[in-house]
């Protein structure tokens, strides 16, 4: 981990008439950006239960403090997340509080049901493909300038995820240390959460349609953002999630 991890608490404010879609008239990004920020308060509360949980497993000490970090880090963010989405609420969405419950009914049945293993690899997938979403998202210079608050809060999140990026992975291997279990959860929750977001970003598109683009009109890189698959790497042959799931190699 690095040496240092701040634990920022941040004073973001966001009007209550918010539109939906905030970034440059792009129904799609947009959509895609508030589906991710709908997932947090019911995914960040679940990782920080499963660090929790592992606390008593953890007798190196810095790891022990990489822990504590992460999960007041994690409060932090999905507390904003929820001022936010408050206010995106209001914009005319009806069926997001079910989406919402669906996933928070998943969360909270994974930490009453399955084992500490399995949450903290659970926990490492996400860390893994958050990684992989900022290189994506901010190289080379971030966001850029004069953001709108929300633009600012995900620039933040972005900048701490990367303070804690190795806790998961650390906590994990301390307490298990089993290569292939963490490699095939993390690899089905990475489908999970992100299924999820590109269902609601779906639905989302559907209530408020974007126009068809012109025919010569670049599309953003950040636009197939959610649509990428999710693959691993393994003895260096390229497998997506569903492949693997037809060929019955994950089955969680």
């Known amino acids: 981990m690095l040496d240092e991890i701040t634990v920022r608490k ?10 939906a879609v905030f970034i440059d008239g792009d129904h799609k990004r947009s959509f895609d950006f508030i589906a991710g920020s709908l997932l947090l308060p019911h995914l960040e509360p679940y990782l920080n239960r499963s660090m929790k949980a592992a606390e008593k497993h953890v007798i190196d000490p810095v790891v022990a403090e990489g822990l504590d970090k992460f999960v007041r880090q994690e409060a932090q963010h999905y507390q904003m997340h929820k001022k936010f989405n408050e206010t995106i609420r209001l914009a005319g969405f009806p069926k997001l509080e079910a989406f919402e419950k669906e996933l928070s009914d998943d969360y909270h049945r994974f930490t009453n049901t399955k084992s500490l293993k399995f949450n903290l690899a659970y926990a490492e997938g996400f860390e893994a493909l958050t990684m992989n979403v900022v290189k994506h998202l901010m190289e080379p210079n971030g966001f850029g300038d004069d953001l709108p608050p929300y633009m600012q809060m995900i620039e933040w999140h972005f900048v701490e995820e990367l303070e804690h990026r190795t806790i998961a992975f650390d906590v994990y291997d301390h307490v298990f240390g089993d290569y292939l279990y963490r490699l095939f ?16 970003a779906a639905y989302m598109l559907k209530v408020r349609p974007q126009k068809k683009r012109g025919k010569n009109e670049v599309i953003n890189r950040d636009d197939r953002l959610i649509d990428l698959s999710i693959q691993v790497n393994f003895y260096g042959r390229s497998a997506s999630v569903g492949s693997l799931l037809r060929a019955g190699l994950l089955r969680i």
Do not use: C, K
Not at 11 to 18: Q, S
């Open 10 to 19: 941040m004073p973001f404010e966001f009007p209550a008439d918010i539109g």
């Open 185 to 200: 959860v993390s690899i089905w929750a990475q489908w999970h959460f992100t299924n999820w977001m590109r269902r609601v």
